[in-house]
Structure formats: C-alpha cells, structure tokens
C-alpha cells in the first residue's frame, strides 16, 4: 500500500518519486496500465513499475538520455511514447529525474515540473 494519494493525470506527488531508487535516471508519469506497449516499447530493457496503482516510472534507457552542449541531461521519452502510440488524449505530464549528482533538467523538463507543482499544490486546496 502507498502512503500517497493518486492526484490524477495531472500531477505527481513527490511521495510517488520518493519510492524509486534517486541514484537512477527516470521518468514517472500518471498512468495505470504497466504493460501499455507504448511505455513497455519505450522503456525496454527496463521494466514497467506501478507505484500506488496510479503512476508508472521506468528507469530511462540508455539509448533515450541525451546530453546537451553544456552537459545538461535530457531525453527523449516523450517522443518515443507519442511514436509509440501513446493515446494524444491521455495526461502529457512526464517527470524525469537525473540520478547523477550534477545533472538537472532541461527548461521544457522545468517547465513540465512547474505544472506539476502548481498542479499539486491546486490540488491540496
């Protein structure tokens, strides 16, 4: 059992984050179906986690981080869901964290946190 509530497809809570390893790079989006082939496809050879029954996260690939010209991770997980197939009318909200110490997000990464914390807080009122 959780110790969070499922905020719906658009916001994840912090306590959803806090149950993966911080050492990874990851995505963690709102979502039920931990075998949807467009999350399965795009997170292979890592696997599909379901925290509280409301959010799926994945260890993000190799092959999906990319390294900007100053050193700042990205990825390109939400272009692999959309090719993927992943449903245009489903929640846009992917957060993606840096496992590594200096790594942060880039400004479509910190726009997208941004909505989501906006959209928590929204939430609590």
């Known amino acids: 059992m959780s110790d969070f ?3 719906g497809p658009d916001a994840i809570p912090s306590s959803a984050e806090a149950l993966i390893p911080k050492d990874l790079d990851f995505v963690i989006l709102p979502g039920n179906d931990s075998t949807a082939p467009w999350m399965v ?5 890592n696997p599909v ?15 999906q981080i990319t390294t900007n010209s100053d050193g700042k991770k990205g990825n390109t997980m939400g272009q692999c869901m959309r090719m993927a197939g992943k449903p245009t009318n489903e929640s846009r909200i992917v957060g993606a964290h840096y496992g590594s110490g200096t790594s942060t997000l880039g400004v479509k990464g910190m726009c997208i946190w941004a909505i989501m914390i906006v959209a928590t807080a929204m939430h609590l009122l």
């Open 5 to 7: 509530n499922c905020l």
């Open 41 to 45: 496809n795009c997170c292979d050879p």
């Open 49 to 63: 986690n379901l925290p509280g029954g409301c959010y799926l996260w994945c260890e993000i690939p190799k092959s």
